[in-house]
């Protein structure tokens, strides 16, 4: 009989490094610390000690499964490219999954807080969008849907774990990060230096 799968799903998209290992249908280890900076730093560390505490090592991973946004555009370039990277080297598959499907919950408006009192919601039957909190509570309510945006839930990355467990065996592209805004940052207007030829 073969083993079941051991799917490491795990984000860093907004706040926080969060990381869950399922094997078969059961979370065994998961960990979520909250961090405005410092992702890069430690996550690989985070996912070494998730795996530990689910006595497994990297070679006995199936597939990976990670945030892809939206959120922190830091943060989810982390993420995705931790996910690509440990999917090459380990020559497993990685699912991207966005922050919309790992919160989705039933009577619930899928929402992530963004900056300047905005929310990404998808909105039934709408494509997902940036829109102030305001409108997505409107919208929540006429739809009887209940409203909470929350950057960091804790069952994050057990869900993302469990959305890849149902998807890796038809995973064809590399994950890809989610944006749905424009960068905060502008180009520098500094004029370029001449070039001399020498």
């Known amino acids: 009989m073969p083993s079941e799968p051991l799917i490491l799903g795990f984000d860093t998209s907004a706040a926080h490094c969060a990381a869950a290992l399922l094997r078969g249908d059961q979370i065994i280890a998961k960990r979520i610390e909250l961090m405005t900076r410092g992702q890069a730093e430690r996550l690989m560390l985070l996912l070494e000690e998730v795996l530990a505490e689910g006595d497994a090592t990297w070679s006995d991973l199936t597939a990976i499964g990670v945030g892809v946004g939206p959120g922190n555009f830091t943060g989810i370039r982390i993420g995705v490219s931790a996910a690509r ?29 963004a900056p300047r009192d905005q929310v990404y919601a998808a909105l039934p039957d ?32 057990a869900s993302i774990a469990r959305i890849t467990a149902l998807r890796f065996e038809r995973a064809t ?14 180009p520098s207007r500094d004029v370029p230096p001449a070039l001399i030829d020498g």
Do not use: N, W
């Open 85 to 113: 990277g440990l999917a090459l080297g380990l020559e497993i598959p990685a699912v991207g999954i966005t922050g919309f499907e790992a919160r989705k919950a039933e009577g619930e408006l899928a929402a992530i807080p």
């Open 173 to 186: 592209e590399a994950p890809a990060p989610l944006y749905m805004r424009a960068v905060d940052a502008a």
């Open 126 to 157: 709408q494509a997902p969008r940036l829109m102030p909190a305001t409108e997505a509570m409107d919208a929540a309510r006429g739809a009887g849907l209940t409203f909470a945006a929350e950057a960091s839930p804790a069952g994050l990355a």
